[in-house]
């Protein structure tokens, strides 16, 4: 019979979030504001992860951009799932400019737009035995953002009269029999 080797196991999720209308970014998502600037934004990502049966403790660490997180653990506390919360300076995420999703600014609240994998949280997990042995496992997981623009302008009424075509003004309609 062939030995299993022990290994740790790590999946990362975006979120949990607090549920939100459907037109609205849910309550504790990263959000940018078209023409507003924020110090830092708030991401949660969920860690689901496995030890070998002999580890005594270890830690979890994920990180987006240079923000990082850890937290240790123990195997007496037998909870395999953390949720994590990164507060990133927004300095580190510099990818994202509203103004290139939103059409002109606006003073007041319009639609929100989702942009899905805009970032990447990464996560290690180290498990440690009581002999001092590790064990560890990496993973990532591409982070969604949300954009809040301005309203869109107003559409002008449509009218019933079709202008002239081009280069046919004073030309009398053809009449069909």
């Not at 830690?59 to 395999?80: C, G, K, M, Y």
């Not at 002999?131 to 969604?144: E, I, P, R």
């Amino acid at each position: 019979m062939t030995p299993v080797l022990a290994t740790a196991l790590l999946s990362l999720l975006q979120g949990p979030y607090l549920p939100a209308p459907d037109s609205e970014p849910p309550a504790n998502a990263p959000l940018w504001v078209s023409g507003e600037t924020a110090e830092e934004h708030s991401f949660s990502v969920t860690a689901d992860f496995d030890c070998p049966p002999d580890t005594t403790g270890g830690h979890l660490q994920v990180s987006i951009s240079d923000t990082t997180v850890r937290a240790a653990f123990s195997a007496e506390e037998n909870i395999w799932r953390r949720v994590l919360s990164l507060r990133v300076p927004a300095r580190q995420l510099r990818g994202l400019r509203p103004e290139l999703y939103c059409p002109e600014p606006g003073a007041t609240t319009g639609p929100v737009l989702r942009l899905k994998s805009k970032f990447t949280a990464q996560g290690t997990l180290v498990c440690r035995t009581a002999t001092g042995k590790q064990t560890s496992a990496q993973t990532s997981v591409a982070l969604d953002a949300w954009v809040r623009c301005p309203p869109l302008p107003e559409k002008p009424p449509a009218t019933d009269a079709i202008p002239p075509a081009h280069g046919n003004e004073g030309v009398p309609p053809l009449e069909i029999d």
